[in-house]
């Protein structure tokens, strides 16, 4: 049985809940729990539990009592487990489950499914598949923590991480630009090389259904690494050694009411996530550390405060890639978006971006969607053309106004204000959207194009009341 089907049959047993009003993203955090006692179990890892709060003893349970048990069961799990893993993945547990009889169903439905295959590829591709589908059938919801995986790919390709590398991602969520961090070095490394010199993973989510996630991902994919519940925009990360590597799709949108203190340390202040964020990554970074970062539109053209974050970005770094992303492909959080490419230099370094290149994959390009997936084919032609240095280095052509590849110096982005938000291409998008036939698709870009007004609402309030702060 492929990793495709088991995946479908076990999320198939979702139906079982549908009468009880449970939603797709609560669902995969109950997996999380079934999956985890049943994968020590098939795996030998049954010593990381405690006696009597293992997948048998759930099993073995009679009728009228498996609800109660497992009730009492996660419980232990998240307060007796000796490994902290464990009880980090059970911590403060809450079941969706109502009914005894539905419970007892679903775990039959696990238990009946050929593990032995599944173990031969690896449990954690098929809960990599189970974290795609349900981003796939709750497109809404799941665009929170879940990056197009062919995106992913591509984004770790390019920044070649390596052996002995710390790889970090402040805003985890399930913990994709890791694993497939993890699966790039595997597949250049032998078992031995990767002993001796392993990689050094870094995770950083706020939210708790998406940071047990998270967890029970990586530990799938046997993987080591430190893995915080927090807020990366405040001092629940200052225990993070710096990283040589940072990948992240941050959260969009704006940061308001909040209570908790934020970052002291950050030059520019700002509610803007994406300008938080990315200063942080900036002041993370050690010298010659690299990284790639999913942004929004806005982040490259904002007058004031996002002006002077991007002067000061190409003043500390190296700027020297930008791709323009496909419409489409982010239709959850409601914005076009950007993956930008950079190398610390210095924090006293200035005028270290002489150039910068810009791929276009935005223009005349296909409607993504559902009767169109983005595909890692889509991305090849720009991995090519980015080159084989992940410094931004190699050797590169500029293709000219009829390309997609075209570089721009400093002086001539110094001339537009330092607004990076550069096109020379013809953009399709409006006829793109026209042709948009399935329901879901269409539904997302309408969400689309509301939360996109939103933000740019909450922009305009932020920049009056900055230069209100400015007067008073």
Known sequence: MSIAAISKRIWSLCHVLRDDGIVYHKYLSELTYLLFLKAASEAGKEDLLPEGRRWKDLTSQPNSNMLSYYRKMLTSLGEDAKEQIVRDIFRFPTTVFNHEENLRKVVEGIDAINWH???????????????????????????????????????????QPGLGETIQDPAAGTAGFLISAQTYIIERYDNAAYARNPPHFQAVEIEGDTYRLCLMNMFLHGMDGKVIHGDALTHDVDELTSPDVIIANPPFGSSVGGARARRDDLPYRTSNKQFMFLQRIVHSLPAGGRAAVVLPDNVLFEENVGREIRTWLMDQCYLHTILRLPVGIFYAQGVKTNVIFFTKIGEEATNSTKEVWFYDMRAQMPSFGKTRPLTNEDFAPFIKAFGDDPFGKSRRKDEGEEGRFRKFTRGEIAARNDNLDISWLREDEGEAEEVLTELDDIAAAILGHLRSAIDEIEAVTEGLAETEDAEA
């Open 117 to 159: 295959e599944a173990l031969s590829d690896g449990l954690g591709a098929v809960y990599e598949s189970l974290l795609q589908r349900n981003a796939s059938e709750a497109r809404s919801g799941a665009g929170q923590y879940f990056t197009p995986r062919p995106l992913v790919d591509a984004m770790v390709q390019v920044l």
